[in-house]
T-cell receptor
Framework: ETGVTQTPRHLVMGMTNKKSLKCEQHLGHNAMYWYKQSAKKPLELMFVYSLEERVENNSVPSRFSPECPNSSHLFLHLHTLQPEDSALYLC???????????????FGEGSRLTVL | TQLLEQSPQFLSIQEGENLTVYCNSSSVFSSLQWYRQEPGEGPVLLVTVVTGGEVKKLKRLTFQFGDARKDSSLHITAAQPGDTGLYLCADRKPSGTYKYIFGTGTRLKVLA
């Protein structure tokens, strides 16, 4: 089992569809992240969960809905998306220890989303 | 809002050449990280630097952190096709937050 696994790797959906992206980490980490990677833009932090509690929500539209049922799994539920939401969605995890903050981010391979 | 500008944006070179890419921050770094993202993969951490003036070496890669901790460079010696990818600098913010601010990236292609 690899460190951070994302499924599906590719997803094409219409604007009226509902789909979900899944992320699983096998590293024993306690924080999980969703990032959006678009062409010509820096990686954008969308959501952060620490110990299954959402601790960051970067003004993401409500058509993106995260879910973190336990420290190993993270979902991103998608509904009524727009074509401009087409991007690579990256999941990451890290180990938060004491007061040192997050260390290294371990990323999955990403889910390439195309909204028609 | 902190901005990380990377240059050049794109770089295409022949195998065996040397190159340097740069990362400049609008404010002092808390903790600078460099990641490499190969095509079809997620970013992978190369190095973390914390101290101004610090130099770290990773095989053919040399990372330099500016004395004022607002800029950094990555030098690759004798580039190889396996070095192809997107190089990202990031600022790992201090404890109490979970923010990592990423730069705009340098996309490197090394031709055989």
């Amino acid at each position: 089992e690899t460190g951070v696994t994302q499924t599906p790797r590719h997803l094409v959906m219409g604007m009226t569809n509902k789909k979900s992206l899944k992320c699983e980490q096998h590293l024993g980490h306690n924080a999980m992240y969703w990032y959006k990677q678009s062409a010509k833009k820096p990686l954008e932090l969308m959501f952060v969960y620490s110990l299954e509690e959402r601790v960051e929500n970067n003004s993401v539209p409500s058509r993106f809905s995260p879910e973190c049922p336990n420290s190993s799994h993270l979902f991103l539920h998608l509904h009524t998306l727009q074509p401009e939401d087409s991007a690579l969605y990256l999941c990451a995890s890290s180990l938060i220890t004491g007061t040192s903050g997050g260390g290294e981010l371990f990323f999955g391979e990403g889910s390439r989303l195309t909204v028609l | 809002t902190q901005l990380l500008e990377q240059s050049p944006q794109f770089l295409s070179i022949q195998e065996g050449e040397n190159l340097t890419v740069y990362c400049n921050s609008s404010s002092v770094f808390s903790s600078l990280q460099w990641y490499r993202q190969e095509p079809g993969e997620g970013p992978v951490l190369l190095v973390t630097v914390v101290t101004g003036g610090e130099v770290k070496k990773l095989k053919r890669l040399t990372f330099q952190f500016g004395d004022a901790r607002k800029d950094s460079s990555l030098h690759i010696t004798a580039a190889q096709p396996g070095d192809t990818g997107l190089y990202l600098c990031a600022d790992r913010k201090p404890s109490g937050t979970y923010k990592y601010i990423f730069g705009t990236g340098t996309r490197l292609k090394v031709l055989a």
